[in-house]
């Protein structure tokens, strides 16, 4: 019986291990699809509001 549970409880972890890697991976690629995206927006916005010089600035 032992040796029964201790098979399942294997398989149950590698099941379980599996699911976070699928997990990761997916985070993984969306935090690089809303980094892409996000970088392309800040583009977008310094083309359309360039920044002004600071007024504090000594020059």
């Not at 149950?12 to 392309?40: D, F, G, I, V």
């Amino acid at each position: 019986m032992e040796i029964v549970r201790g098979i399942r409880f294997k398989k149950y972890l590698e099941e379980e291990a599996e699911k976070e890697r699928n997990r990761l991976a997916e985070s993984s690629e969306e935090s690089k699809r809303n980094k892409k995206e996000r970088t392309t927006s800040e583009k977008l916005q310094e083309k359309l509001e360039p920044l002004s010089p600071c007024p504090m600035s000594d020059e």
